[in-house]
């Protein structure tokens, strides 16, 4: 079994900054891509970040200049940081990752629990 776990989250002023981690553990063959995701109140999950192996990062046009993802892969983990942190900001954030949890299967996505940021005016 393959599990994601989140921390990190919480409550900020606007302006503030949070640090979001995303640990993968279990049967890991490989990791492909990681990134984070968020979903608000009534709105749809969206795109925030992805950074797949080796490769260049993707960044939802709403948080390019203020959220930076970063990866380290000995520890199976994902970070995003948020700086200058918005009310719009405010969801719950969930860390997905493709992973291949066995030699001859082939890679699926995980998603972890979500962890929810609460960004106050």
């Known amino acids: 079994q393959v599990q994601l776990v989140e921390s990190g989250g919480g409550l900020v002023q606007a302006g503030g900054s949070l640090r979001l981690s995303c640990a993968a553990s279990g049967r890991i063959v490989s990791i492909n891509d990681m990134g984070w995701y968020r979903q608000a109140p009534g709105k749809q999950r969206e795109l925030v970040a992805a950074?797949?192996?080796?490769?260049?990062?993707n960044l939802a046009d709403s948080v390019k200049g203020r959220f930076t993802i970063s990866r380290d892969n000995r520890k199976n983990t994902v970070y995003l940081q948020m700086n200058s942190l918005k009310p719009e900001d405010t969801a719950v954030y969930y860390c997905a990752a493709t992973i291949r949890d066995s030699i001859l299967g082939s890679a699926r996505q995980y998603w972890g629990p979500g962890t929810q940021v609460t960004v106050s005016s």
């Open positions: 950074m797949p192996t080796g490769g260049s990062t």
